[in-house]
């Protein structure tokens, strides 16, 4: 398999928000927020079929 790129000369990197600690704080919080959230979520589920469970 050969690679379509025959030369790295003038090549450049970009970054989309690496750079801009307010983005990575947004993407972290955000992140952070669904992880909780799922994590909340299943303890509920969870909390709920098993007191239906002791019930029946």
Known sequence: MS????????????FTFA???LAMA??????VGVFVYLNV???RH???V???HLSD
């Open 3 to 14: 690679s379509p790129i025959t030369s790295w000369e003038g090549a450049t990197t970009y």
């Open 19 to 21: 750079d801009n600690p």
């Open 26 to 31: 947004v993407c972290l919080a955000a992140a």
């Open 41 to 43: 979520s299943i303890i």
């Open 46 to 48: 969870e909390k709920a």
């Open 50 to 52: 098993f007191d239906k």
